[in-house]
């Protein structure tokens, strides 16, 4: 019994000594700087806004004729990724991805001119009466996971959020890496981010597909790859708690 044991503890460090291309070292740099898009310096914002279930229509109509025309001006260096509303998971729910290009001050300068813009601020005003709440995160992405690009539709989107053990993130992300390999075949992943300033130890993966029993499907094929249930099994212990949500895009959204 003890020959194996050994046996299959060295079969197990061998297999995680395979497993990555690259490890990244937390004691050499920031986390961000480890495991973010080096090429790209966009920063991410992640709105969450619960609406009155009686003004959800009339939210979604005033962001569909406000939003485009203030963010699509050139001189904002900021873009809509992605707008939808969630379908399964928490209801009379609104969830807007923004990408700031160039960073934190990218995200100043947008901020700023939104505070003289009288649209916007009317806007505002507008939509604070139709909420019930409101949070948001500042993200960055993963070096390993696709950009997020307009693609069309229809699909339903799937946000599928962890949160993380403090101190796992670099582990997370070096399994990843790896892991994303697999779910690739059907154009499935979307964008992968971790947050920076609100909720910290945060992971959000987006995934796109043509319907729930797509999803489905596109789920089952992955356990029947080799190596994909033994990222599973060394990912799951690095999660204190997760949340899926299915959610279908609005009109004005990039991503259809």
Not at 41 to 46: A, E, M, R
Not at 79 to 90: I, R, S
Not at 174 to 197: H, K, P, T
Not at 223 to 239: A, F, Q, R, S
Request: proline fraction near 5%.
């Amino acid at each position: 019994r003890g020959l194996g044991c050994s046996a299959r503890s060295a079969r197990e460090d061998s297999w995680l000594k395979s497993l990555f291309v690259r490890k990244v070292d937390p004691r050499k740099d920031a986390h961000s700087n480890l495991l973010a898009k080096r090429e790209t310096s966009s920063l991410y914002k992640l709105q969450f806004h619960n609406v009155k279930p009686e003004c959800l229509e009339a939210y979604n109509k005033l962001c569909q004729e406000v939003l485009p025309k203030i963010h699509e001006e050139k001189h904002y260096p900021c873009a809509l990724v992605g707008t939808w509303n969630t379908w399964y998971g928490e209801q009379d729910q609104a969830v807007h991805l923004w990408r700031y290009e160039g960073g934190y001050p990218a995200l100043n300068e947008v901020m700023s001119k939104l505070r003289q813009n009288k649209e916007f601020t009317e806007f505002r005003k507008e939509r604070g009466n139709m909420l019930l709440s409101r949070k948001n995160q500042l993200l960055l992405e993963f070096s390993f996971w696709n950009e997020p690009i307009p693609r069309d539709g229809p699909n339903i989107y799937e946000l599928r959020s962890y949160q993380l053990r403090p101190g796992t993130m670099i582990e997370w992300g070096n399994y990843w890496a790896r892991a994303i390999r697999f779910r690739q075949d059907s154009n499935e992943a979307v964008g992968g981010f971790f947050s920076q300033i609100g909720q910290l130890y945060m992971v959000h993966h987006l995934w796109a597909y043509k319907d729930l029993q797509t999803r489905e499907d596109i789920r089952n094929a992955a356990w029947h790859k080799p190596g994909w249930d033994e990222l599973v099994y060394y990912t799951v212990p690095l999660i204190q708690e997760m949340e899926s949500r299915i959610m279908i895009p609005l009109k004005i959204s990039p991503l259809q």
